[in-house]
């Protein structure tokens, strides 16, 4: 089967920088997928990483060592908008494109 | 484009009743997928379906069915409802045959919260 592990947690302050952790146990997946979500509000999609290393979109950064079975992804210059909960996602590799979320970290920035 | 427009936002319905949760999408995209999202539970996945007239379960299928209508539209249905599936219901879609980043990226309708009392 398949299972991803977050902090449920995670506080900073503004201006700072922040990594959310995701270590998964999967028997095989194609990547691992990073989604924001607002309290109220639908998952979008922030990042994808199928292959081994980092993936930088604006102050958004995603790693992926699969070797380590571990991803993180890193924000930057944190501004208070960036309080939300941030899902890490994996998509395995039996077929279709079906995904399995980690429970969630919760980031609250701090002024 | 309005990307993935869910019907209802909000339902209350009581134990034994039935409904069915309806969405579209107009990004004529192949994989449309059904989820819940409890308290501290993140998101699961009920069904989904990988191209038009296919579906398959996902994590937590039972009580539900679903139809995937046409390529626009998947539909969820719970046939008696029971306060286990009080919940926040998301449907999602993504590319998913161009075997590029697309595939894996889900775009979420807005949500349906349920409540069965």
């Known amino acids: 089967g398949q299972s991803l592990e977050q902090p449920s947690e995670v506080t900073a302050v503004e201006g700072a920088i922040v990594q959310i952790n995701c270590t998964y146990q999967t028997s095989g997946f194609y990547g691992l997928s990073w989604y924001q979500q607002h309290d109220g509000g639908a998952p979008t999609f922030l990042s994808y990483?199928?292959?081994?290393g980092l993936e930088e979109t604006g102050r958004f950064s995603s790693f992926l060592s699969r070797s380590d079975s571990y991803g993180y992804l890193l924000l930057q210059e944190l501004q208070m908008k960036d309080s939300a909960s941030y899902f890490c996602?994996?998509?395995?590799?039996?077929?279709?494109?079906?995904?399995?979320f980690g429970a969630g970290t919760r980031l609250f920035v701090k002024a | 484009n309005a990307g993935v427009t869910q019907t209802p936002k909000f339902q209350v319905l009581k134990t034994g009743q039935s409904m069915t949760l309806q969405c579209a999408q107009d990004m004529n995209h192949n994989s449309m997928y059904w989820y819940r999202q409890d308290p501290g539970m993140g998101l699961r996945l009920i069904y989904y379906?990988?191209?038009?007239?296919?579906?398959d379960k996902g994590e937590v299928p039972n009580g539900y069915n679903v139809s995937r209508l046409n390529k626009r539209e998947f539909s969820l249905r719970l046939e008696s409802a029971a306060p286990s599936q009080t919940s926040v219901y998301f449907c999602?879609?993504?590319?998913?045959?161009?075997?590029?980043?697309?595939?894996?990226?889900?775009?979420f309708g807005p949500g349906t919260r349920l409540t069965v009392t």
């Open positions: 990483n199928a292959l081994d």
């Open positions: 999602a879609s993504s590319e998913g045959t161009s075997g590029k980043l697309e595939d894996y990226e889900q775009y």
């Open positions: 996602a994996v998509t395995p590799d039996t077929g279709g494109f079906k995904t399995i």
């Open positions: 379906s990988a191209s038009e007239g296919t579906t």
